[in-house]
């Protein structure tokens, strides 16, 4: 079994700051790509940086230049990194990893249970 614990949300003021970290438990045997998404209520469910072990990291063009995503492969963890906040990047993220659980499993799609991140003065 696989599961993906998230930590790190909150509440913060406009211009603030928060990292979200969500690390990968259980039976792994790799990791392919790691990512974030965010849902704001009302709102569907959108990729907000994905990152590959050997490629440039992408980014929803609401977040470039504020938001970074890095991940570290022996942890088996995925951060985000949060700068200069705007209310409207209040949502429930989720982290997502593709795995497989052994050599001639494929790869799956897992998420993690989603912190809250809310923006307000």
């Known amino acids: 079994q696989v599961q993906l614990v998230e930590s790190g949300g909150g509440l913060v003021q406009p211009g603030g700051s928060l990292r979200l970290s969500c690390a990968a438990l259980g039976s792994i045997f790799s990791i392919g790509a790691m990512a974030w998404y965010r849902q704001a209520p009302g709102k569907e469910r959108e990729l907000v940086a994905q990152i590959i072990s050997s490629s440039t990291p992408n980014y929803a063009d609401s977040v470039k230049g504020r938001f970074t995503i890095s991940r570290d492969n022996v942890k088996n963890t995925v951060y985000l990194q949060m700068n200069s906040l705007k209310p409207e990047d209040t949502a429930v993220y989720y982290c997502?990893?593709?795995?497989?659980?052994?050599?001639?499993?494929?790869?799956?799609?897992?998420w993690g249970q989603g912190t809250q991140v809310t923006v307000s003065s």
């Open positions: 997502n990893a593709k795995v497989r659980r052994h050599t001639m499993d494929s790869l799956r799609d897992y």
